[in-house]
């Protein structure tokens, strides 16, 4: 599976599309650009080129709230 959980945040490992590993920047992308940064400057800071890679940080949504709903 290319998703995990730490806490409530469901994040990606892997980009689906050619596999580069982006679990370790995740946290990092996410708290910067939620202080303000711009998040192309926060890729390029991070290492993160291919535009696939960054599609998977970009579009990482948290949708754990939505899920619990069919929990039985």
């Known amino acids: 599976m290319v998703l995990r959980g730490r806490g409530s945040i469901l994040e990606p490992i892997r980009c689906f599309t050619c596999g580069k590993l982006l679990?370790?920047?995740?946290?990092?992308?996410?708290?910067?650009?939620?202080?303000?940064?711009?998040?192309?400057?926060v890729m390029d800071d991070l290492?993160?080129?291919?535009?696939?890679?960054?599609?998977?940080?970009?579009?990482?949504?948290?949708?754990?709230?939505?899920?619990m709903k069919f929990k039985r």
């Open 47 to 67: 290492g993160v080129e291919r535009y696939c890679c960054r599609r998977m940080l970009l579009t990482s949504t948290d949708f754990t709230e939505e899920i």
């Open 23 to 41: 679990g370790d920047k995740y946290a990092e992308f996410k708290e910067r650009v939620a202080k303000g940064e711009d998040p192309k400057d």
